[in-house]
């Protein structure tokens, strides 16, 4: 079994989820060969040098996950992109970049975060561009925590402000953008987060069948996660919870075979 998480958005006013985390990692996850986080894995992440609650506790968490032989593995999101090698070493996680390819049972599986595919939300691509060039990771880096936690809370109520009055179908992905991505790649398969939007989608590109599913976030009470059967059957979406007596439950929400 691999599992595949993404955008919790942990941070000091969510310990709810933060605990939903650190039980499943203590949980489910355990039993899985592999665990992929694909991004926004905080909801802000201003550099390995200036960690922010909850940070030491989910380090502490997913290096007793890796010390059970479970591989973690994180992809940078659109929220925690300075996550580098230190903080990734003290949580026993592998560094990796998009798009990863990931082989189970004969198939082949893309993993990435899902920003790449929202190509109508022109501001947030121009964004991305600039940020995640070395030379400006750089620059950001050096300048003192204070200062970096001051420019962070300013460009998140940008982003806020410029969020309210876009279209919805401005901020999903583009169909294009997705059948490219699948078109350039020896998958059939894409599984994705970014946009919130929990689904198992089926589609064609040229005529093949392929399967694109959808990672939910993180709330106080609820989660999301995708398993992935290793014998290449198919995939799962699930949806972490809390049973009446506040045990942690998954539930499937949407099943399907793999292309």
Known sequence: MIYVIADLHLDGKTPAATRLLLEFLQGPARKARALYILG???EVWIGDDAPLPPAESVADGLRALAAEGVEVF???GNRDFLLKED???RA???SIDEPVTLSVGGKDLILMHGDTLCTDDLDYQRFRAR???????ARMLARPAWLRRGLARLARWISKRRNRGKASTIMDVNSKAVSETLRGSTSNNLVHGHTHRPAIHRLEVDGAPCLRAVLGDWHDQRG?????DEKGLGLRLLELGRDDRGALIMKTIDKEALC
């Open 40 to 42: 926004d894995l905080f």
């Open 74 to 76: 994180f992809l940078a």
């Open 87 to 89: 903080y990734c070493r």
């Open 92 to 94: 026993s996680m592998g």
């Open 131 to 137: 940020v995640r060039q070395p030379d400006w990771q």
């Open 224 to 228: 999301s996660a995708i398993a992935i």
